[in-house]
Antibody, heavy 121, light 110 residues
Framework: QVHLVQSGAEVKKPGASVRVSCKAS????????ISWVRQAPGQGLEWMGW????????NYAQKFQGRVTLTRDTSTSTAYMDLRSLRSDDTAVYYC??????????????WGQGTLVTVSS | QSVLTQPPSASGTPGQRVTISCSGS????????VNWYQQLPGTAPKLLIY???QRPSGVPDRISGSKFGTSASLAISGLQSEDETDYYC???????????FGGGTKLTVL
C-alpha cells in the first residue's frame, strides 16, 4: 500500500533553512504530484505548494514564493521541501500529501506522518 | 484568516445528526469540488469526502458531503463518540491558483 515517510523533527534558529524529505513507496512515484501542507500549533491547515513527480514542475502558494523550493528525486522516490529565512512563525508540523485524481478532480488521500519544525533562538 | 470559512465549533449528542458548513466564493467552492478531512489529535489529516460527495472506501455512509452555490456542508448522522475531533474543508481556488482550507471545526459529542 501507499506510504509516505517523512524525515525527523528539526530545530532551527531564525534565519536558517530547513529541508524536509518525504519518501514514497507502494506506487509509481512519477505518476502523482506531491503537495506540502503545514499546520502551526493549534492552527489550521495551510497549503504551501505542489510538485509534479513526473517532470518537476512546481506551483507555490503566493505566501511562500521566493522562500520555498520543492524538488524531487525520482531515483529514490523522494520529495523535498526547502524553506529559507526561517522565522518563529514558521514553527509548524509540515506534511507531504500525495494527490489522487477522480474524474478530473483532485484530493489528498495519502499523507506523511508530519515533521515538526521548531524555529527558536 | 482562512479563505474558506468554517464555524470553529459544533456539537451534538450521540445518535444525533450534525452538519458543518464551509463558506467560500465563486473562485473556489463556487466553481470547484470540495474535499473534507478529519484530523485526530497529533495525527495527519485523513480524507473523509472527496469530489464534494464521494466517500473513500472505509468511510461509513452516515457521513456525507454536499454543495450549493459557494457553500458546502459535511453531515454526520448517528453521531458517535469517535466522531469527536477536528474537520477541515478544502477547495482549489482559481484566482489564487492554490488549494485553500477552512479554519477547521472542532466537533464535540456531548
Amino acid at each position: 500500500q501507499v506510504h509516505l515517510v517523512q524525515s525527523g523533527a528539526e530545530v532551527k534558529k531564525p534565519g536558517a533553512s530547513v529541508r524536509v524529505s518525504c519518501k514514497a513507496s507502494g506506487y509509481t512515484f512519477s505518476t502523482y504530484g506531491i503537495s506540502w501542507v503545514r499546520q502551526a500549533p493549534g492552527q489550521g491547515l495551510e497549503w504551501m505548494g505542489w510538485i509534479s513527480a513526473y517532470n518537476g514542475n512546481t506551483n507555490y502558494a503566493q505566501k511562500f514564493q521566493g522562500r520555498v523550493t520543492l524538488t524531487r528525486d525520482t531515483s529514490t522516490s523522494t520529495a523535498y521541501m526547502d524553506l529559507r529565512s526561517l522565522r518563529s512563525d514558521d514553527t509548524a508540523v509540515y506534511y507531504c500529501a500525495r494527490e489522487s485524481e477522480y474524474s478530473g478532480t483532485y484530493y489528498f488521500a495519502y499523507w506523511g506522518q508530519g515533521t515538526l519544525v521548531t524555529v527558536s533562538s | 484568516q482562512s479563505v474558506l470559512t468554517q464555524p470553529p465549533s459544533a456539537s451534538g449528542t450521540p445518535g444525533q445528526r450534525v452538519t458543518i458548513s464551509c463558506s467560500g466564493s465563486n473562485s473556489n467552492i463556487g466553481s470547484n469540488i470540495v474535499n473534507w478531512y478529519q484530523q485526530l489529535p497529533g495525527t495527519a489529516p485523513k480524507l473523509l469526502i472527496y469530489s464534494t460527495d464521494q466517500r473513500p472506501s472505509g468511510v461509513p455512509d452516515r457521513i456525507s458531503g454536499s454543495k450549493f452555490g459557494t457553500s458546502a456542508s459535511l453531515a454526520i448522522s448517528g453521531l458517535q463518540s469517535e466522531d469527536e475531533t477536528d474537520y477541515y474543508c478544502a477547495a482549489w481556488d482559481d484566482s489564487l491558483n492554490a488549494w485553500v482550507f477552512g479554519g477547521g471545526t472542532k466537533l464535540t459529542v456531548l
